[in-house]
């Protein structure tokens, strides 16, 4: 390598290439229609609740606290790897060469959820408190500044503390941002400047500390390792993924769950498919948080028509995703050993799914009982989630 600007360029290409490899089994297929069914709900969920919200409504707070929550979360990404903490010593003093292109990307590749947030708010901002379009321009190019204040941050409070109590520094960001933007938003102009003021000194501490120390390379090593953990895991959802394998824990709690499967022969693979279940933390995590989406849908969602193709939606991503999950294991077992039908673990699987299916339609149905909307329509919620279930059970192989 002639430079560590190239290495950067290397790294960078190889990991497009990863993430173009696995997206593409994560935006294609069932996922896509699910996609557009939810991004459709709650695009005419937001528009219909628009036309009656009420003009006391507090949008400020509300956009305030959404775009300092985007904005404070900056987590660099450096694509470091472990023998870099070797490699790369002897280099520490030209590190700008490889972490200024990172930061970029860092900065672009994060910048769009805050700006996709704000985009969002843009027609609550203009019907709600009345802001013209050069404010809403202006509020627009001050949240790109913003990120780009809050990457540069994180990355030296990192540097400069080897990332120690992260959070701290992300809470005072938050802290600040959120009192800065309120402020802005409401016409408080000398107090969101004090803010701004806070903000630079801030900034201008940690870049003086960073100087002080020797670049933690261990930090941003874990930091990037832990990074593309969680995306490969997300990707395991919907393809095999080498790099990772699932973590597994006993979960005392719901030790009596098994009591629901009778010990008998024919139930033997009943009992392993729940236990696999039960303890793989990929399936059962998977499985809690689209049932926790399904039932805050069933709380927040007031027009029926969109909970129920919401809800729907949700049901489908459940059942295809555990159904393939849970039948697409290679590994040896030893129930392989002994004759038994051949789709006895497929039978077990869809009694699996049923069971736990049902247990989403009560959480669902808790969820109409929270809101209080008792219409033939509402109540119809629960149902379509079980009848998407069944089908989906039925239809995909």
């Known amino acids: 390598m002639n430079n560590l600007r190239e290495v950067w360029s290397k790294r960078f290409v190889y990991y497009i290439n990863e993430l173009q490899k696995y997206m593409k089994y994560i935006v294609s297929g069932h996922i896509a229609i699910v996609f557009v069914f939810v991004i459709g709900a709650a695009g005419y969920s937001y ?3 628009l036309k009656t919200a009420p003009l006391d409504f507090p949008v400020f707070l509300l956009v305030a606290f959404l775009l300092s929550l985007t904005i404070t979360i900056s987590t660099p990404v450096t694509l470091m790897k472990n023998a870099d903490s070797v490699y790369f010593l002897p280099l520490e003093t030209k590190l700008d060469e490889y972490f200024k292109p990172a930061l970029k990307w860092t900065y672009f590749s994060t910048v769009f959820v805050s700006a996709l947030v704000f985009v969002v708010s843009i027609p609550m901002l203009t019907k709600l408190s009345g802001l013209i379009k050069n404010e809403i321009l202006f509020l627009f190019l001050l949240i790109l500044v913003l990120k780009y204040w809050s990457m540069q941050v994180e990355y030296s409070y990192r540097f400069a503390e080897s990332g120690k109590f992260v959070w701290v520094d992300r809470f005072v960001r938050f802290v600040l941002l959120f009192i800065g933007l309120f402020f802005l938003l409401t016409g408080s102009y000398v107090l969101a400047i004090a ?13 003086k500390k960073m100087k002080e ?3 933690p390379f261990d930090h941003f090593i874990n930091v990037e390792q832990s990074r593309m953990m969680r995306f490969y895991r997300f990707a395991n959802y919907f393809t095999d993924v080498p790099h990772i394998r699932g973590m597994t824990k006993r979960r005392k709690l719901l030790n009596f769950v098994y009591k629901f499967v ?19 933390d990929d399936y059962f995590y998977l499985w809690v948080r689209l049932t926790a989406l399904a039932m805050l849908g069933a709380i927040f969602i007031p027009m029926p028509i969109v909970a129920i193709i919401f809800t729907g939606a949700l049901a489908f991503a459940t059942v295809i995703q555990l159904k393939h999950a849970l039948l697409s294991g290679f590994e040896f077992r030893m129930d392989l050993l002994f004759p038994i039908d051949s789709n006895a673990r497929l039978l077990a699987v869809e009694k699996l799914l049923r069971m736990f299916q049902f247990v989403q339609v009560v959480f669902v149905l808790i969820g109409i009982i929270i809101q209080g909307q008792f219409t033939l329509l509402m109540l119809l919620v629960p149902v379509i989630v079980l009848v998407v279930s069944e089908l989906t059970l039925r239809i995909s192989k």
Do not use: D, G, H
């Open 262 to 280: 009778p010990y008998k022969q024919q139930n033997a693979q009943l009992y392993l498919v729940l236990r696999t279940f039960i303890r793989t």
């Open 195 to 207: 803010i701004a003021f806070i903000c630079v000194m801030y900034l201008v501490v940690w870049k």
């Open 213 to 215: 120390v020797a670049f």
């Open 47 to 49: 528009s219909e609740w």
